[in-house]
T-cell receptor
Framework: GESVGLHLPTLSVQEGDNSIINCAYSNSASDYFIWYKQESGKGPQFIIDIRSNMDKRQGQRVTVLLNKTVKHLSLQIAATQPGDSAVYFCAENDQAGTALIFGKGTTLSVSS | DAGVIQSPRHEVTEMGQEVTLRCKPISGHDYLFWYRQTMMRGLELLIYFNNNVPIDDSGMPEDRFSAKMPNASFSTLKIQPSEPRDSAVYFC???????????????FGDGTRLSIL
């Protein structure tokens, strides 16, 4: 069946570096994608989303890139801070009218 | 703005007991979702409601699990009888009804950490 996956389960960066978290999806019909951040003991927190009619969207210090040709989604975090340390999930609606499907998550560790 | 509110935050009980988890969605949100999160299986959708009506319960593990939404501001997830393998963090989320169920961000509560001994 369709699934959302992540290339790396963990990512360690230094404070101030830029971080890139990757996600692969399998269904070319997916048209909505979201990134969530989950800190320890809390629920997933919405970061940024993107629809399939776009290939880039920017927020505050974050950018999401969508490459539909290779079915790849990435989250870029500029000037990573210790407070960015968390598990990051991508999610997609892999078929029209379905609820979101979440990937397994990438743990980002930021050292100062 | 108040987010999604879940109670209790932690629950420890013995196997065989009934467990009831509670959720208050964000006011005005028409969709409500129940998830279970474990290390092994990640975040799994159990059931979701639209306008208080259950739409998809295919993720509910078995008949021991049941969920209700008696009104727009309250939902429960019940496990009876509970088993140790039900131990997990259970999240409730809600989203607005704009464009369909998978077309808007879901907003999550902070979860209930359930331990069945």
């Amino acid at each position: 069946g369709e699934s959302v996956g992540l290339h790396l389960p963990t990512l360690s960066v230094q404070e101030g570096d830029n971080s890139i978290i990757n996600c692969a999806y399998s269904n070319s019909a997916s048209d909505y994608f979201i990134w969530y951040k989950q800190e320890s003991g809390k629920g997933p927190q919405f970061i940024i989303d993107i629809r399939s009619n776009m290939d880039k969207r920017q927020g505050q210090r974050v950018t999401v890139l969508l490459n539909k040709t290779v079915k790849h989604l990435s989250l870029q975090i500029a000037a990573t801070q210790p407070g960015d340390s968390a598990v990051y999930f991508c999610a997609e609606n892999d078929q029209a009218g379905t609820a979101l499907i979440f990937g397994k998550g990438t743990t980002l560790s930021v050292s100062s | 703005d108040a987010g999604v509110i879940q109670s209790p935050r932690h629950e420890v009980t013995e196997m065989g007991q009934e467990v009831t988890l509670r959720c208050k969605p964000i006011s005005g949100h028409d969709y409500l979702f129940w998830y279970r999160q474990t290390m092994m299986r990640g975040l799994e959708l159990l059931i979701y409601f639209n306008n208080n009506v259950p739409i998809d319960d295919s993720g509910m593990p078995e008949d021991r699990f049941s969920a209700k939404m008696p009104n727009a501001s309250f939902s429960t997830l019940k496990i009876q009888p509970s088993e140790p393998r039900d131990s997990a963090v259970y999240f409730c989320a809600s989203s607005p009804n704009l464009g369909g169920v998978g077309e808007q961000p879901q907003h999550f509560g902070d979860g209930t950490r359930l331990s069945i001994l």
